[in-house]
């Protein structure tokens, strides 16, 4: 019985043995792991960095709009009639006085020669009236009845010639019509439209500016222009017309520019892009627009600086990522001009801000850089 107890208490002692043993062990690798933990580096982040530049940019607002024609009519008949002649096609240019489109007026050359033949016996009533009143051989109502009567067939020979040349409708100024809307043989009524008659050369744009870049228009102010239907061709103007009042609702401005239309080939309602330049250039700084990372509570961009690893003093000096927050101005083509948060000769990242954390280690590789333009032309490939 005694060997067998001594047994048993040789055995628990065993077990507690290897206990406390597998205990320590896993103790010694936690304590280890903790150690490993507080000396670890994360690897550094591959980012492409940019300098902080200093650049002169000529003033400019940007704005978009629509092409208007200088003068637009949609050309009407004035009276009713059958049409007997259309001397235009559609999308042709006219000069201004060509003939477009003539009425019939057959009943209003009739009238006309009724209407001459009682002109012409009116005046030569008034001169037998007035060879008369000299020898005092009528009244002087005569003389006036006859006067009333010359005067009143003259009027009714040029309203029928009015409308007889009326009749005739003529283009009112150089342009090009668009396409006609009548053809011979048709009847029209007063107001019919025949055509819509534009002047395209020069032609307007007009856009919308807000409220602050009031102080800076002026009339005669270089104005560039492009349209979408155009890629890469620019057109030069100038602004002719500042509005006399701003719009309540959207605190802008409506503005018109003038731009020459030579080739003819700026058509009425395409939409514009205009930049509107001013003659002042000032100095800004500039850093790629992918720089910046921008949150509700302000803009950042990360800093990229020189600083040793305080756990190893004989490291070698490491770039690490600050954060800092900017003050953005305004943007132009992959560029965006910083007010406040920057130096000229600062590095920052460029690309690969958004996985950056403060403090983080940083490796430089700008050969997977993007290029970066002032004046960026995509390419539709």
Same mark, same amino acid.
């Given at each position: 019985?005694?060997?067998?107890?001594?047994?048993?208490?040789?055995?628990?002692?065993?077990?507690?043995?290897?206990?406390?043993?597998?205990?320590?062990?896993?103790?010694?690798?936690?304590?280890?792991?903790? @150690?490993?933990?507080?000396?670890?580096?994360?690897?550094?982040?591959?980012?492409?960095?940019?300098?902080?530049?200093?650049? $002169?940019?000529?003033?400019?607002? $940007?704005?978009?709009?629509?092409?208007?024609?200088? *003068?637009?009519?949609?050309?009407?008949?004035?009276?009713?009639?059958?049409?007997?002649?259309?001397?235009?096609?559609?999308?042709?240019?006219?000069?201004?006085?060509?003939?477009?489109? +003539?009425?019939?007026?057959?009943?209003?050359?009739?009238?006309?020669?009724?209407?001459?033949?009682?002109?012409?016996?009116? =005046?030569?009533?008034?001169?037998?009236?007035?060879?008369?009143? =000299?020898?005092?051989?009528?009244? /002087?109502?005569?003389?006036?009845?006859?006067?009333?009567?010359?005067?009143?067939?003259?009027?009714?020979?040029?309203?029928?010639?009015?409308?007889?040349?009326?009749?005739?409708? *003529?283009?009112?100024?150089?342009?090009?019509?668009?396409?006609?809307?009548?053809?011979?043989?048709?009847?029209?009524?007063?107001?019919?439209?025949?055509?819509?008659?534009?002047?395209?050369?020069?032609? #307007?744009?007009?856009?919308?500016?807000?409220?602050?870049?009031?102080?800076?228009?002026?009339?005669?102010?270089?104005?560039?222009?492009?349209?979408?239907?155009?890629?890469? =061709?620019?057109?030069?103007?100038?602004?002719?017309?500042?509005?006399? @009042?701003?719009?309540?609702?959207?605190?802008?401005?409506?503005?018109?520019?003038?731009?020459?239309?030579? @080739?003819?080939?700026?058509?009425?309602?395409?939409?514009?892009? !205009?930049? !509107?330049?001013?003659?002042?250039?000032?100095?800004?700084?500039?850093?790629?627009?992918?720089?910046?990372?921008?949150?509700? #509570?302000?803009?950042?961009?990360?800093?990229?600086?020189?600083? =040793?690893?305080?756990?190893?003093?004989?490291?070698?000096?490491?770039?690490?990522?600050? /954060?800092?927050?900017?003050?953005?101005?305004? +943007? +132009?083509?992959?560029?965006?001009?910083?007010?406040?948060?920057?130096?000229?000769?600062?590095?920052?990242?460029?690309?690969?801000?958004?996985?950056?954390?403060?403090?983080?280690?940083?490796?430089?590789?700008?050969?997977?850089?993007?290029?970066?333009?002032?004046?960026?032309?995509?390419?539709?490939?």
């Amino acid at each position: 019985m005694k060997s067998r107890g001594r047994v048993w208490i040789v055995s628990i002692v065993g077990i507690v043995v290897v206990i406390v043993a597998l205990v320590g062990i896993k103790v010694g690798q936690i304590r280890a792991m903790i @150690e490993a933990g507080k000396s670890f580096v994360p690897p550094p982040e591959a980012v492409t960095s940019a300098k902080v530049e200093a650049a $002169s940019w000529q003033s400019r607002r $940007s704005a978009i709009g629509s092409l208007v024609a200088v *003068h637009d009519v949609v050309l009407g008949a004035e009276f009713p009639g059958l049409i007997r002649e259309v001397d235009f096609a559609s999308g042709t240019s006219l000069k201004r006085g060509a003939v477009m489109v +003539r009425l019939d007026t057959t009943n209003e050359e009739a009238q006309l020669a009724s209407a001459t033949a009682d002109m012409e016996l009116a =005046k030569t009533a008034l001169e037998r009236a007035r060879a008369l009143r =000299k020898g005092e051989a009528n009244t /002087p109502a005569d003389l006036e009845a006859a006067e009333a009567r010359a005067k009143q067939t003259k009027a009714i020979v040029a309203n029928i010639q009015a409308t007889i040349t009326k009749k005739t409708i *003529h283009a009112p100024f150089d342009g090009r019509v668009a396409m006609k809307q009548v053809e011979r043989g048709q009847v029209v009524s007063p107001g019919t439209p025949l055509a819509t008659l534009q002047s395209v050369d020069p032609i #307007y744009a007009e856009f919308s500016l807000p409220q602050q870049a009031l102080a800076d228009l002026k009339i005669g102010q270089v104005a560039t222009l492009r349209v979408d239907s155009f890629p890469g =061709k620019t057109w030069q103007g100038a602004i002719s017309t500042v509005n006399s @009042e701003v719009d309540a609702t959207t605190r802008n401005i409506r503005v018109r520019a003038t731009f020459p239309n030579k @080739e003819g080939v700026l058509r009425p309602g395409l939409f514009a892009n !205009v930049e !509107v330049n001013a003659s002042d250039r000032r100095e800004v700084l500039t850093i790629p627009a992918t720089a910046v990372v921008y949150a509700p #509570y302000g803009d950042t961009v990360f800093v990229l600086d020189s600083a =040793k690893d305080a756990a190893q003093d004989s490291a070698p000096a490491a770039l690490v990522a600050q /954060p800092r927050f900017v003050r953005l101005g305004e +943007r +132009r083509g992959d560029f965006v001009a910083v007010v406040l948060g920057l130096k000229a000769g600062e590095t920052v990242v460029s690309n690969g801000a958004f996985k950056l954390r403060k403090g983080a280690r940083v490796v430089v590789n700008n050969s997977l850089a993007p290029p970066v333009e002032l004046d960026p032309k995509p390419s539709d490939n």
